[in-house]
């Protein structure tokens, strides 16, 4: 099977990448976009942009029978989900097999199953993969009482229903736990309409670290190393590397190897991501969850393994072998990646949109700008803020860092705010420069603000 | 409205709602207001002289939905990209769009048998069917919206149809 025509049902920076990968395998595209997106850059260079709806995601990018019904609608034989959106829908993916149209990402029973966290945790602990202790959901505070009673503190409690920091919360005291389980519950049930929490062991000097793997239809499953992403504000990455720093590399190898096995066992097709929570005290590591997508991040293993993801996406799903076995796979040098947002750092990281003035990314050997923005883009409201992903290569970290500071100092943007200058700042803390940071490094930042010193 | 004015927010919104009620105040037919690449006229009814009138809103992005997008590689493929929506043919003054209301295929008629909804120089009510659009098989009526005459029909039965796109153009009864 060939695909000759694919749809993407995604905007933003995604679609525009995804459009350059078809692009340069040959392959025809067609944009959905939003009445907000007629005129951005992705339906410019799509070979067709089709209006799927009004602006609000909710009436557009959201609505997983339009996206299949426009995809036949242009005689797509394939379609793209991106990130975000419908792009982990068990749903779509099961709209495009009953239609016809290959979807390009795992099948719908493997999303409905990693979709599920209770699932996708069962599943790790069938193939022998570590998940943190706890993690069992809890009604009530006698519930909590009991998992606590076994795990011991600190715990993190959060929403089983949702994700993005909502509901979390950290319990390092006895005496807290009744207060911190009832606001938890009442703000889960706010966001997600579901107060069910999760209560689990809490890693106070913690990394996230994450595995790319690629697998195809004949059960040949690869890792791409893996990436740390543990510069996060809330639960929301913010810088991005690979390969993961300061991991003694017996470690490194088992969670590769922990990534693989989940993978290869699960019968696991197309890119994803197998993400893991690094306990440096301990030196031991747990499974946290599979996202079965091409994620924002992908760019920095491109860049160290020469392998254009999104590319190999499509051929995977076209029912090509892998080109690559393991030892094919050569890591070289070192990548970062900051994900500029259209946000405010001094007023909380308030969404800045409007219309970009001035638009000078810099250039140079070794940086790598995705973005759908030029100069003269109205940043719409409507939509997530990150308007570009820049990313730099370096033969070694310190170089990738050095490149980057410097990299940031040259783009120069006007119109909304970014968040850049605190990206800067981020990456030249010492802790990160030497590769000893933690999960919690943005937020004590943050907190270092807000009481009027400089970090 | 051209695709700028999709992004306008609440608050502009509520700007231009207290141009309307100054021009309102004022002994002036219209106002208008053009800021580095958005224009707006606001008037009392008083036809807007040639020249000074927005700009008409741009058809959906392209509508030649059936033609296959071309086979060639890249170098023809801007060509067939998102570029200015199709030079329409001259609108008639005091025309009213219907438009779809949801992409996916339009059908003319309520079934391959039957004859079209409307046809040039129907009459037609805001409760009339003009058509169905079907998607994932749903099928949507798309009414008039207005009364009068239809004038135009812009799309061919069977096609597939973007959100936004016009459908037919009515002479509303006088």
Same mark, same amino acid.
């Given at each position: 099977?060939?695909?000759?025509?694919?749809?993407?049902?995604?905007?933003?920076?995604?679609?525009?990448?995804?459009?350059?990968?078809?692009?340069?395998?040959?392959?025809?595209?067609?944009?959905?976009?939003?009445?907000?997106?007629?005129?951005?850059?992705?339906?410019?260079?799509?070979?067709?942009?089709?209006?799927?709806?009004?602006?609000?995601?909710?009436?557009?990018?959201?609505?997983?029978?339009?996206?299949?019904?426009?995809?036949?609608?242009?005689?797509?034989?394939?379609?793209?989900?991106?990130?975000?959106?419908?792009?982990?829908?068990?749903?779509?993916?099961?709209?495009?097999?009953?239609?016809?149209?290959?979807?390009?990402?795992?099948?719908?029973?493997?999303?409905?199953?990693?979709?599920?966290?209770?699932?996708?945790?069962?599943?790790?602990?069938?193939?022998?993969?570590?998940?943190?202790?706890?993690?069992?959901?809890?009604?009530?505070?006698?519930?909590?009482?009991?998992?606590?009673?076994?795990?011991?503190?600190?715990?993190?409690?959060?929403?089983?229903?949702?994700?993005?920091?909502?509901?979390?919360?950290?319990?390092?005291?006895?005496?807290?736990?009744?207060?911190?389980?009832?606001?938890?519950?009442?703000?889960?049930?706010?966001?997600?309409?579901?107060?069910?929490?999760?209560?689990?062991?809490?890693?106070?000097?913690?990394?996230?670290?994450?595995?790319?793997?690629?697998?195809?239809?004949?059960?040949?499953?690869?890792?791409?190393?893996?990436?740390?992403?543990?510069?996060?504000?809330?639960?929301?990455?913010?810088?991005?590397?690979?390969?993961?720093?300061?991991?003694?590399?017996?470690?490194?190898?088992?969670?590769?190897?922990?990534?693989?096995?989940?993978?290869?066992?699960?019968?696991?097709?197309?890119?994803?991501?197998?993400?893991?929570?690094?306990?440096?005290?301990?030196?031991?590591?747990?499974?946290?969850?599979?996202?079965?997508?091409?994620?924002?991040?992908?760019?920095?293993?491109?860049?160290?393994?020469?392998?254009?993801?999104?590319?190999?996406?499509?051929?995977?799903?076209?029912?090509?072998?892998?080109?690559?076995?393991?030892?094919?796979?050569?890591?070289?040098?070192?990548?970062?990646?900051?994900?500029?947002?259209?946000?405010?750092?001094?007023?909380?990281?308030?969404?800045?949109?409007?219309?970009?003035?001035?638009?000078?990314?810099?250039?140079?050997?070794?940086?790598?700008?995705?973005?759908?923005?030029?100069?003269?883009?109205?940043?719409?409201?409507?939509?997530?803020?990150?308007?570009?992903?820049?990313?730099?290569?370096?033969?070694?970290?310190?170089?990738?860092?050095?490149?980057?500071?410097?990299?940031?100092?040259?783009?120069?943007?006007?119109?909304?705010?970014?968040?850049?200058?605190?990206?800067?700042?981020?990456?030249?803390?010492?802790?990160?420069?030497?590769?000893?940071?933690?999960?919690?490094?943005?937020?004590?930042?943050?907190?270092?603000?807000?009481?009027?010193?400089?970090? | 409205?051209?695709?700028?004015?999709?992004?306008?927010?609440?608050?502009?919104?509520?700007?231009?709602?207290?141009?309307?009620?100054?021009?309102?105040?004022?002994?002036?037919?219209?106002?208008?207001?053009?800021?580095?690449?958005?224009?707006?006229?606001?008037?009392?009814?008083?036809?807007?002289?040639?020249?000074? $009138?927005? #700009? &008409?809103?741009?058809? %959906? /992005? +392209?509508?030649? @939905?059936?033609? !296959? *997008?071309?086979?060639?590689?890249? $170098?023809? #493929? &801007?060509?067939?990209? %998102? /570029? +200015?929506?199709? @030079?329409?043919? !001259? *609108?008639?003054?005091?025309?009213?769009?219907?438009?779809?209301?949801?992409?996916?295929?339009?059908?003319?008629?309520?079934? !391959?048998?039957?004859?079209?909804?409307?046809?040039?120089?129907?009459?037609?009510?805001?409760?009339?069917?003009?058509?169905?659009?079907?998607?994932?098989?749903?099928?949507?009526?798309?009414?008039?919206?207005?009364?009068?005459?239809?004038?135009?029909?812009?799309?061919?039965?069977?096609?597939?149809?973007?959100?936004?796109?016009?459908?037919?153009?009515?002479?509303?009864?006088?």
């Amino acid at each position: 099977m060939t695909i000759r025509r694919v749809f993407i049902a995604n905007r933003g920076e995604i679609a525009v990448r995804i459009i350059r990968a078809c692009q340069g395998l040959g392959i025809e595209s067609v944009l959905a976009v939003s009445e907000a997106d007629r005129d951005s850059l992705g339906a410019r260079i799509a070979d067709r942009a089709v209006c799927v709806g009004p602006a609000s995601a909710t009436e557009s990018y959201l609505i997983a029978k339009n996206m299949v019904a426009a995809a036949v609608g242009t005689d797509c034989d394939a379609l793209h989900p991106g990130y975000g959106f419908l792009a982990e829908s068990p749903d779509l993916a099961q709209l495009c097999a009953d239609n016809g149209v290959t979807f390009v990402g795992p099948s719908p029973e493997q999303i409905r199953r990693m979709g599920n966290k209770i699932e996708a945790r069962r599943l790790a602990e069938e193939f022998d993969i570590p998940t943190l202790p706890g993690s069992t959901r809890v009604g009530s505070y006698e519930e909590a009482s009991a998992v606590v009673a076994e795990t011991g503190l600190p715990v993190m409690i959060k929403a089983a229903a949702g994700g993005g920091g909502k509901g979390m919360r950290i319990v390092t005291g006895t005496g807290q736990l009744r207060d911190e389980f009832a606001r938890a519950a009442s703000e889960a049930g706010a966001a997600f309409g579901d107060s069910t929490l999760y209560v689990e062991k809490f890693i106070a000097n913690a990394r996230h670290v994450e595995v790319q793997v690629l697998a195809d239809s004949h059960g040949n499953v690869i890792h791409l190393g893996e990436r740390d992403c543990s510069l996060q504000r809330r639960h929301q990455k913010m810088v991005e590397e690979a390969p993961a720093p300061n991991l003694p590399e017996a470690l490194r190898d088992k969670i590769r190897e922990a990534a693989v096995r989940l993978a290869s066992r699960f019968g696991y097709r197309n890119a994803g991501t197998v993400e893991f929570i690094l306990d440096q005290d301990e030196g031991r590591f747990y499974f946290l969850e599979m996202n079965t997508r091409i994620q924002v991040e992908h760019p920095v293993t491109e860049m160290i393994t020469g392998i254009d993801l999104v590319e190999e996406q499509f051929r995977v799903a076209a029912g090509k072998t892998l080109r690559f076995a393991q030892d094919d796979i050569v890591f070289r040098g070192h990548a970062i990646e900051c994900r500029v947002n259209a946000e405010m750092p001094e007023e909380g990281f308030r969404p800045s949109p409007g219309r970009i003035s001035v638009w000078q990314p810099p250039q140079a050997p070794y940086i790598r700008l995705d973005s759908h923005c030029h100069e003269g883009y109205l940043v719409p409201m409507f939509y997530d803020s990150m308007i570009a992903k820049l990313i730099v290569y370096g033969t070694d970290r310190a170089e990738a860092i050095d490149r980057m500071t410097r990299a940031i100092d040259r783009f120069h943007i006007e119109g909304p705010a970014t968040t850049l200058a605190f990206q800067k700042r981020l990456i030249c803390e010492p802790a990160f420069r030497d590769g000893t940071m933690n999960t919690g490094l943005v937020d004590r930042m943050l907190a270092g603000n807000r009481e009027g010193k400089q970090p | 409205m051209t695709s700028k004015f999709d992004t306008l927010s609440e608050a502009d919104i509520a700007r231009i709602g207290q141009l309307v009620e100054a021009l309102d105040k004022s002994g002036f037919d219209y106002l208008t207001l053009e800021l580095a690449d958005f224009r707006i006229t606001v008037g009392t009814g008083a036809a807007v002289p040639d020249g000074v $009138a927005a #700009a &008409p809103p741009s058809p %959906a /992005a +392209p509508v030649a @939905a059936k033609a !296959p *997008v071309s086979a060639a590689p890249q $170098a023809t #493929a &801007p060509a067939a990209g %998102a /570029a +200015p929506a199709p @030079a329409a043919e !001259p *609108v008639e003054e005091g025309l009213v769009d219907v438009v779809a209301t949801t992409m996916g295929r339009f059908y003319s008629r309520p079934d !391959p048998k039957s004859d079209p909804f409307v046809t040039v120089g129907s009459e037609v009510t805001p409760e009339s069917s003009v058509g169905l659009i079907e998607v994932m098989k749903l099928f949507n009526a798309v009414t008039a919206g207005v009364t009068g005459t239809v004038a135009q029909i812009c799309v061919e039965d069977a096609q597939f149809v973007e959100y936004g796109q016009v459908l037919c153009r009515i002479r509303p009864s006088a």
